[in-house]
């Protein structure tokens, strides 16, 4: 029902900053919850941030607060995660998706796109 489509990632230098965008295709987008998540190889999948439907409550986890913004404009169908001062630890494949509710854990979502790397060198 819902294809995502995930870009502007790259290799970056560590306290660059990178926007990604997250297309979603289908009508129901304004529904859900939008999430990013990212996974560098041999870890889990690790949450980032999410945005409700409206907007109006977004999460961060610890290791992007204040670094990270997550934005949405329902009218475009379109995501975003503003990337700023970024690290080497930030070094992953992110995941855009979208959930029924707002929530942290990756299980709840309900479709992901192919992803986009993120590299940061030191």
């Known amino acids: 029902q819902v294809q995502l489509l995930e870009s502007g990632g790259g290799l970056v230098q560590a306290g660059d900053s990178l926007r990604l965008s997250c297309v979603a295709s289908g009508r129901t987008y304004s529904r859900y919850a939008m999430g990013w998540f990212r996974q560098a190889p041999g870890k889990e999948r690790e949450f980032v941030a999410v945005?409700?439907?409206?907007?109006?409550?977004?999460y961060y986890s610890d290791s992007v607060e204040g670094r990270f913004a997550i934005s949405r404009d329902n009218d475009k169908n379109t995501g975003y995660l503003q990337m700023n001062d970024l690290k080497p630890e930030d070094t992953a494949l992110y995941y855009c998706s979208v959930a029924l509710f707002v929530t942290t854990t990756s299980s709840a979502y309900n479709y992901w796109g192919q992803g986009t790397q993120v590299t940061v060198s030191s």
């Open positions: 945005i409700s439907n409206s907007g109006d409550i977004t």
